[in-house]
């Protein structure tokens, strides 16, 4: 939409002023930082920036750009794909429609994951790592490659395999490994679950498997918020018709790859808790089920252990 020049923005302030209130007419949430982030993406310019330089004269191509932006979010899309980047355990990845926009959710799954695997590297003796004897992590179905790349930046002694079965996920991941340093560490896979693993050897090798699969029922898609429902990649969303097709076939396949020992750790629905339990200890080597609540105490993530022996009971964290 071309503005009219009589009404157009004329400074960073009233084109903050301008797009909120665009945002706000169409009850777009947050319209105020929505049209703070938009404009210090046309600027290049921090929002902290925008206000230090609000009466900055905007040039008639940075309004026009501006008011192109506004018009995009006005259509659902949602801000991280306009501005093709999103926030993640304090880290910047690309993002485009091709992959789910990283959540603070999934902030947790890193957490957990960080959690489980340093004491292991901690007793490694620097001999075994001379000798090439990494610990070894898969992330199933990466996206844009938050987990793995979290992972590899904190641990650099750490081998790390990272799937999807979208070549265009990782084509994003592979982009956000490199800008962060670790693309030499992680071996990007494209092909379904464990499917891209055969003929590598890696039987039996895994101290982690690690995964935030789809987990939303197939009936509720529709139902989701216009910015996740039309934008946001269905391969990544759509969970099946109880949302745990994909974590059964991860509890399936990830006994033939775990170390005794070995740990997998799902990102799952809130009320999927007790489901996944039973799936998890209906395995034969699956066992010693821990639940792990997201910021909102909410469950989120399940971790099991690759044992010989089985434990009955599980354990529910904050």
Known sequence: MSLDPSSSP???????????????????????LNSEILLGHILGLRRLDLYLKFDRPLAAAEVEAFSA???RRLTGMPVQYITGTAECFSLTFSVVPAVLIPRPETEVVVERAISAIQP??????????RQGQRRTVLDVGTGSGVIAICLARRFPTLTVYASDLSPEAIAVARQNAACHGVADRITFLTGSLFNPLAGLGLEGALDMIVSNPPYIRHEELERLPREVRDFEPRLALDGGEDGMAIHRRL???ASAYLKPGGLLIMEMGEDQAAALDRVLTGQARLHGVTIHQDYNRRDRVVVARHVEEKTKRTRRHG
Request: hydrophobic residues 45%; negative net charge.
């Open 10 to 32: 004329s400074t960073i302030l009233d084109a903050i002023r301008w797009g909120t209130a665009r945002l706000a007419a169409q009850s777009i949430e947050s319209p105020r």
């Open 69 to 71: 932006v506004i018009e």
């Open 120 to 129: 292991l590297i901690q007793e490694d003796d620097l001999d075994l790592f």
């Open 251 to 253: 509890v399936e396949g």
